[in-house]
Structures are given as C-alpha cells and as structure tokens.
C-alpha cells in the first residue's frame, strides 16, 4: 500500500478510479461513493465508507459522497461508523449536492 500526498479532490463529477482505497491518503481527500453500483447497494455504501476512513491518516478527513438514493446519511451510515471507530473519528454532514447526493465529513483523530 502506498500513500497519496496529492491535495484532495473535492468535486465528485470527474472519472474516479474502480476503488479509492487502493492507497492510504496522507491528505484530505473525497470518496466517491454514488456511482451506480453504489444507488443499487447501501450496504457497499457502508462498506465503502468504512474502508475510505480506515485509509486516511490521523489528522485529516475525507468526505464522503454518497449517493442520494439512500436518502439522508444520518439514517445508515452514522450509526456504522459511531460502530466501527468509535471516539476515533468525529463527522458532520456537510451539504446536499445538486445531484442529489450528500456529503458527509469524517474527521480521523
């Protein structure tokens, strides 16, 4: 595994890579997690989620794009990652996009 020290990508409507966690990020940086794989799975969405934070470094964030078929993140992703890291991470919802997904920040401490 190799780490990225690239600014971070904030815009989602881009090409993105197959998986986003192919390398540990060293920088804040944004998952995209509502292409159309993810409108038809909100548990690869959870999953995704997970593995985004578990791939970025103390001291940043990631911001989490998920996709708005699944409506509010607050319904299933807040309580997976409260699960998962517990007190090592705090988030925030940040906006809806106009595309209709939202972004979730997640803060690594």
Same mark, same amino acid.
């Given at each position: ?37 993810? /409108? ?8 995704? %989620?997970?593995?985004? #934070? $578990?791939?970025?470094?103390? +001291?940043? =964030? !990631? ?16 309580? /997976? ?8 991470? %705090?988030?925030?919802? #940040? $906006?809806?996009?106009?595309? +209709?997904? =939202? !972004? ?6």
């Amino acid at each position: 595994m190799t780490t990225d020290s690239r600014p971070a990508d904030h815009g989602h409507d881009q090409e993105t890579p197959d998986s986003a966690t192919d390398r540990v990020h060293d920088t804040s940086w944004s998952a995209n997690l509502e292409l159309p794989r993810h /409108a038809a799975d909100r548990d690869l969405v959870v999953a995704e %989620a997970v593995a985004a #934070v $578990e791939h970025t470094t103390a +001291g940043h =964030h !990631v911001n989490l794009v998920t996709h708005g078929d699944h409506g509010h993140p607050e319904t299933y992703l807040y309580d /997976a990652l409260a699960a998962r890291f517990g007190e090592d991470v %705090a988030y925030e919802y #940040v $906006e809806r996009c106009g595309c +209709g997904g =939202h !972004v979730t920040r997640v803060y690594v401490e």
